[in-house]
């Protein structure tokens, strides 16, 4: 029973457009989201993350949206560059709840072609 | 400024045998976890520790132990290798609250 859900195994975009990678989750006690990127034979790196009571946060050219009522949150990139090809994961945590350990999604591999 | 350390990078072992991934962080983080990432698959969660001397099972501890005997270390032990235990590794901390740092990861094989 997958909490969090990230249905497209991989996107491509063209250098200089909008990249928007979409994750679900199931858990209403979820209350903290993040992205994490990640490069072959390196481990994740944080990305950016939201606070169940916000519904954006950015950073740079990146923002992460939070539609609650959905249980959907989506990453933008904008403008997507060829070093952003990587694995996104979408992670989430019940921060105010015991601080309970992060659950992630799949993965996106995101492509960017220049 | 070394973070989250991971030892050994890759490793091949045979059916049966057993071995440590070592795991250490250098910036006092209480939480500490392991992760192992399968192709095509999320990170799942194995075990987890909210401070020396206490460890949690994650959503798949069979075949795996720990120990947190420091605030520093966390070792993850395999007792008996199985080829389903093939996977990259993945060791992080985190102060409460707040991201998760991970290490560069250890490439597992069983044969």
């Known amino acids: 029973d997958q909490q969090v859900k990230q249905n497209s195994p991989s996107l491509s975009v063209q250098e200089g457009r909008i990249s928007i990678l979409n994750c679900d989750y199931t858990?209403?006690?979820?209350?903290?989201f993040l992205w994490y990127k990640k490069y072959p034979a390196e481990g994740p790196t944080f990305l950016i993350s939201i606070s169940s009571i916000k519904d954006k946060n950015e950073d740079g050219r990146f923002t992460v949206f939070l539609n609650k009522s959905a249980k959907h949150l989506s990453l933008h990139i904008v403008p997507s560059q060829p070093g952003d090809s990587a694995v996104y994961f979408c992670a989430a945590s019940r921060l105010n709840s015991g601080n309970t350990p992060l659950v992630f999604g799949k993965g996106t591999r995101l492509s960017v072609i220049a | 400024n070394a973070g989250v350390t991971q030892t050994p990078k890759f490793r091949i072992l045979k059916i049966g045998q057993s071995m440590t991934l070592q795991c250490t962080q250098d910036?006092?983080?209480?939480?500490m976890y392991w992760y192992r990432q399968d192709p095509g698959m999320g990170l799942k969660l194995i075990y987890y520790s909210v401070g020396a001397g206490i460890t949690d099972k994650g959503e798949v501890p069979n075949g795996y132990n720990v120990s947190r005997s420091t605030t520093e270390d966390f070792p993850l032990r395999l007792e008996l290798a199985a080829p389903s235990q093939t996977s990259v590794y993945f060791c992080?901390?985190?102060?409460?609250?707040?991201?998760?740092?991970f290490g560069s990861g250890t490439q597992l094989s069983v044969l």
């Open positions: 910036m006092n983080h209480n939480y």
């Open positions: 992080a901390s985190r102060p409460l609250g707040e991201k998760l740092f």
């Open positions: 858990n209403s006690m979820f209350d903290y």
